[in-house]
């Protein structure tokens, strides 16, 4: 085998282990506080008072699909769209803090939103 090949192998091999971390930390979150929040025509955050100082957060969409800005207010017309049983995961406090949602159409929805560590 080639000096080349065997650096391929060798960095191939680490990717595989940095992604096996990863998907490993991921499971290691403790989600211990939830909420539900209703998303209807005026953009909406989380809930300061439940998410704290938490820096993960697990939302699933039901009922209606919604669109949402990381960092700024999406309207109904604009933003990232999330469907029904869409799953968003954030892993950052300030993501936690600065997102905001509001219903895409004609009918509200409900994020199902658990937050851990």
């Known amino acids: 085998m080639s000096r080349d090949q065997d650096q391929a192998n060798d960095i191939e091999s680490m990717r595989l282990d940095i992604a096996e971390l990863l998907e490993t930390a991921q499971h290691d979150v403790d989600y211990d506080v939830g ?40 309207t109904a017309s604009v933003g990232h769209i999330l469907s029904v ?15 905001r949602f509001i219903r895409k159409d004609g009918t509200d929805a409900t994020l199902r939103v658990s937050y851990g560590r």
């Open 35 to 74: 909420e539900s929040v209703t998303v209807s025509t005026a953009a909406v955050g989380l809930t300061a008072t439940k998410y704290g100082n938490r820096s993960e957060a697990f939302i699933t969409v039901e009922a209606a699909a919604v669109r949402y800005w990381p960092n700024d207010v999406p």
């Open 85 to 99: 049983d869409d799953v968003l995961k954030l892993h950052s406090a300030t993501d936690i803090q600065r997102i």
